[in-house]
């Protein structure tokens, strides 16, 4: 009930290619889903994050596409840069309570020069 | 900028000695977390708190403890280190938004 799956787990993706990153939950009582960007020897960071009320939220070359229906969401890069290089974690997690993010494995993307 | 600094980079402790790490916060933030993350398993939740004295197990939370006196200071305890907690450790700070520091990778021998 709690889990978040994501995939696939590995992506490479040529430069200016788009990288397309998926994950499922199964709680439908999850109410923020925030994608977070990892570097080599770093802490994860915040990317880009939606709510249930709305299908899709672009930033710049990133977008999540949310489906309610199938509990699916998505993270698409337009244009991918090798600096876009890095592992992506996708997260759910439930409003006023303790906040607690579930996380998915991860994807690793390699963009090729 | 969220500050969210962890006490040690690299460390490399002896199987069955008692470590600490520390996360100290500079946002006034209630809540805080223990992440490690492995390979191919992501980011698992040790233990979080959500205020001083306050703290509740998260996903994985045996053979670690942790305390919080102060509200700016998380620390996790591993009481008597094994070779299965190698691994990556990650503080987080926030509410939704939760914000990581840049990790302590533990290597127990």
Redesign the interface.
């Known amino acids: 009930q709690q889990q978040v799956k994501q995939s696939p787990q590995s992506l490479i993706v040529q430069k200016g290619g788009i990288s397309i990153i998926n994950c499922a939950y199964e709680n439908t009582a999850f109410d923020y889903f925030p994608w977070y960007q990892q570097f080599p020897g770093k802490g994860p960071a915040l990317l880009i994050a939606i709510r249930p009320d709305v299908s899709e939220k672009k930033e710049g070359r990133f977008t999540i596409s949310f489906n309610k229906s199938a509990k699916q969401f998505s993270l698409h890069i337009m244009d991918s840069q090798p600096g876009d290089s890095a592992t992506y974690f996708c997260a759910a997690s439930l409003s006023g309570g303790s906040e607690k993010l579930v996380f998915g494995k991860g994807t690793k993307l390699t963009v090729n020069p | 900028d969220v500050k ?1 600094t962890q006490s040690s980079r690299y460390l490399v402790k002896r199987t069955g000695e008692k470590v600490f790490l520390e996360c100290v916060q500079d946002m006034d933030h209630e ?1 805080m ?1 223990w992440y490690r993350q492995d390979p ?6 040790i233990y ?1 708190s ?1 205020d001083v004295k306050m703290k ?1 197990k ?1 996903d994985i939370p045996e053979g670690y403890s942790v305390s919080r006196e102060k509200k700016e200071r998380f620390s996790l305890i591993l009481e008597s280190a094994s070779t299965n907690q190698t691994s990556m450790y ?1 503080c ?1 700070t926030g ?9 302590t990778r533990l290597t127990v021998l």
Do not use: D
């Not at chain 2, 191919?40 to 939740?45: F, S, T």
């Not at chain 2, 938004?97 to 990790?103: A, D, E, S």
């Open positions: 969210v809540n977390f191919g398993l992501g980011l698992r939740l979080f959500y509740e998260g990650l987080a509410r939704n938004t939760q914000y990581f520091g840049p990790g």
